[in-house]
């Protein structure tokens, strides 16, 4: 699980509560999980800070 949310924080919206209704909050980490597995089926990286 906390693999899981770390990975989810890597979406900047996640990071901070900007959403005042919890229907938009549920969206984004909706969107943020598609957006992972999307990038793991298709096996897309982005670049990184942290340099690879």
């Known amino acids: ?3 899981t949310l770390g990975w ?3 979406h900047r919206r996640l990071v901070r509560d900007y959403e005042a209704l919890p ?3 549920e969206a984004m980490i909706h ?3 598609i957006d ?3 990038r793991r ?3 897309e990286s982005t ?3 942290r340099g690879t």
């Open 1 to 3: 699980m906390e693999r």
């Open 8 to 10: 989810l924080m890597l």
């Open 23 to 25: 229907a938009r909050s």
């Open 31 to 33: 969107l943020a999980t």
């Open 36 to 38: 992972l597995m999307a």
């Open 41 to 43: 089926l298709t096996g």
């Open 47 to 49: 670049p990184t800070w």
